[in-house]
T-cell receptor, first 112, second 116 residues
Framework: GENVEQHPSTLSVQEGDSAVIKCTYS??????FPWYKQELGKRPQLIID?????GEKKDQRIAVTLNKTAKHFSLHITETQPEDSAVYFC???????????FGSGTKLNVKP | DTGVSQNPRHKITKRGQNVTFRCDPI?????LYWYRQTLGQGPEFLTY????????KSRLLSDRFSAERPKGSFSTLEIQRTEQGDSAMYLC??????????????FGPGTRLLVL
């Protein structure tokens, strides 16, 4: 089955700096890659996603890039704010199997 | 709140007892998923339904676990003869898929289970 690895496990940045979280996946059939943000004690919330026919997608301060050849995708957060502090999960989905394989999460701490 | 809801939010039980959790998906969503999340890890897929049909079960789902979605709306997840290793957050998610392929899943707040 699919195996998703996520790095780093923790990331501490100064407010205003950029943060980058990287994920790799093993199954070349995966073609949908969502990113979720989970604050302490709350549900995972989708923040951005990308499909395999696209190399990059942006939404305000958040962007995701996908390299299908290398089988990795990354989340980029610019101008970080303290409210960005949370655990971020990447996931990969294999076409028509409809289940997400999640990475182990990155705890982002944005210091004011 | 028109999102995915789960009940109860917390459950403490003694080893060997049975527990049942409920998930109410977003009303127009035809797919419903169950995941398990342990501390410091990402959610792990357990099973999913399309309408009332259970289409896939993970190997993580032992025979002590059973899930139903009898009318294609809410779902229940039952754990029989609970073990301490069952302690985790149980997350439900739902999505709408008009056809085959990937789709966005919306998560509920989870049920945190502690088995003593």
């Amino acid at each position: 089955g699919e195996n998703v690895e996520q790095h780093p496990s923790t990331l501490s940045v100064q407010e205003g700096d950029s943060a980058v979280i990287k994920c790799t996946y093993s199954d070349s059939a995966s073609n949908y890659f969502p990113w979720y943000k989970q604050e302490l004690g709350k549900r995972p919330q989708l923040i951005i996603d990308i499909r395999s026919n696209v190399g990059e997608k942006k939404d305000q301060r958040i962007a995701v890039t996908l390299n299908k050849t290398a089988k990795h995708f990354s989340l980029h957060i610019t101008e970080t704010q303290p409210e960005d502090s949370a655990v971020y999960f990447c996931a990969a989905s294999i076409y028509n199997f409809n289940k997400f394989y999640f990475g182990s999460g990155t705890k982002l701490n944005v210091k004011p | 709140d028109t999102g995915v809801s789960q009940n109860p939010r917390h459950k403490i039980t003694k080893r060997g007892q049975n527990v049942t959790f409920r998930c109410d998906p977003i009303s127009e969503h035809n797919r419903l998923y169950w995941y398990r999340q342990t501390l410091g890890q990402g959610p792990e897929f357990l099973t999913y339904f399309q309408n009332e049909a259970q289409l896939e079960k993970s190997r993580l789902l032992s025979d002590r676990f059973s899930a139903e979605r009898p009318k294609g709306s809410f779902s229940t997840l039952e754990i029989q003869r609970t073990e301490q290793g069952d302690s985790a957050m149980y997350l439900c998610a739902s999505s709408f898929t008009p056809g085959a392929g990937e789709e966005t899943q919306y998560f509920g707040p989870g049920t945190r289970l502690l088995v003593l």
